[in-house]
Nanobody, 115 residues
Framework: QVALVESGGGSVQAGGSLRLSCVAS????????MAWYRQAPGNQRELVAF???????IYVDSVKGRLYISRDDAENTVYLQMNSLKPEDTGAYYC?????????WGKGTVVTVSS
């Protein structure tokens, strides 16, 4: 059974930075694209970015140039470097496979950006 454990969230002011991490146990990591998803308060969970092993990262337009996804296949870890944060980046962040989330969702890590 695959477990996903996200960490690194926190409260920052607009313009600040955070680095999120997600460790995946089990066998899904090496054979799948991994993604970060975000769920803002009152909204549905949405894709933020994904990256295949040795692939080019893909981002939704709202985060291009500010958020950067990377992965360490040896450590089964996916990262999200978050720079120039905006209040609209506030939400709970989750990792999972892409395009179909195959693992049970982890608890996520909460990012709060104040203006």
């Amino acid at each position: 059974q695959v477990a996903l454990v996200e960490s690194g969230g926190g409260s920052v002011q607009a313009g600040g930075s955070l680095r999120l991490s997600c460790v995946a146990s089990g066998s899904i990591f090496s054979t799948n694209a991994m993604a970060w998803y975000r769920q803002a308060p009152g909204n549905q969970r949405e894709l933020v970015a994904f990256v295949r092993s040795r692939g080019t990262p893909i981002y939704v337009d709202s985060v291009k140039g500010r958020l950067y996804i990377s992965r360490d296949d040896a450590e089964n870890t996916v990262y999200l470097q978050m720079n120039s944060l905006k209040p609209e980046d506030t939400g709970a962040y989750y990792c999972n496979t892409f395009p179909v989330p195959q693992a049970d969702w982890g608890k996520g890590t909460v990012v709060t950006v104040s203006s």
